[in-house]
């Protein structure tokens, strides 16, 4: 195993115990989702990665989902980081904040932006004031979205110069569709925000589940390399949303063959170093 090998982490991926009314979003297409993902399910997938830490992310707008990864992060190490929920727009959102920050393994809040109906939710007053709580904490934003909210979300991004946001899934290009632009023109201009950082993650379910190629995805890979640099990227699965299109090693493999061409250190940045910078990971 190489230097780079060694020591990865897992900037995304997901548990659950499974439940219809929990996990609405999972739909009947989706029948491999729909059991329950646990710790002891992810380290059998990290068999012979060089994985040896993760970062569990909410999959569910609840506190009790957050508690629940908490939870599990304090029972197994393998856990360094957890991204929860909370109701941001709530008046009240100090006091939920407080509820969920008593746990050090607690380093991020995410809401699901991607399924508002409301296209420009990210603008409301309401909502960033609940995004103003988030610094004193030292918890990043992860920002979930489609393309198609990268122009607000620059916006969104520019009224909160000292947050540390996270994108996911590269903002969901249509890949499928094998369209680059504008998505690599918005995302050139909001890696120009230097508190952004980017995840290498959730890019093949973009792409048709049973038709897509590797050679499709650089494209892809490339622009945020270029745009965002070794030094704001990071590793993830997005485990077990990606085994609707992949398994976890072919995910793996595709970064690796995309990122052979940096050098080692370039290497070790996107597979460590980012991720414990970005998120303040303590050491295991």
């Not at 920050?101 to 809401?111: D, E, Q, Y």
């Amino acid at each position: 195993m190489s230097a780079t090998a060694a020591g990865r982490i897992d900037s995304h991926q997901h548990f659950w115990r499974y439940t219809a009314a929990k996990y609405s979003w999972i739909s009947e297409s989706m029948g491999a989702l729909q059991h329950d993902f646990l710790p002891d399910d992810l380290q059998r997938a990290f068999d012979g990665t060089g994985i040896t830490g993760c970062i569990a992310v909410q999959a569910c707008q609840t506190i009790d989902e957050t508690e629940w990864l908490l939870e599990l992060a304090a029972r197994h190490g393998f856990i360094r980081g957890v991204v929860g929920w909370v109701p941001l727009i709530d008046g009240k959102v100090d006091k939920a904040l407080a509820r969920v920050t008593a746990n050090p393994k607690l380093r991020g809040i995410r809401h699901i932006l991607q399924d508002e109906p409301d296209p420009l939710y990210m603008l409301r007053d309401d909502f960033n004031r609940g995004i103003r709580a988030l610094k004193p904490l030292s918890l990043v934003y992860d920002i979930l979205i489609f393309e198609r909210h990268l122009p607000q979300t620059i916006r969104f991004v520019d009224r909160h110069p000292d947050q540390v946001f996270v994108l996911d899934h590269l903002a969901k290009p249509k890949v499928r569709e094998n369209k680059v632009s504008p998505w690599r023109e918005n995302m050139a201009e909001l890696a120009r925000r230097p508190n952004v950082y980017c995840k290498i993650s959730g890019l093949v379910t973009e792409a048709d589940h049973q038709a897509w190629t590797e050679q499709q995805l650089v494209p892809y890979l490339d622009t945020v390399l270029e745009a965002f640099g070794p030094k704001r990227l990071m590793f993830g699965s997005d485990w077990p949303v990606c085994l609707l299109a992949a398994t976890y090693t072919k995910w793996l493999s595709i970064v690796e063959n995309v990122l052979s061409r940096l050098s080692e250190s370039e290497q070790k940045q996107i597979w460590s170093a980012t991720a414990e910078e970005a998120y303040r990971l303590q050491r295991s």
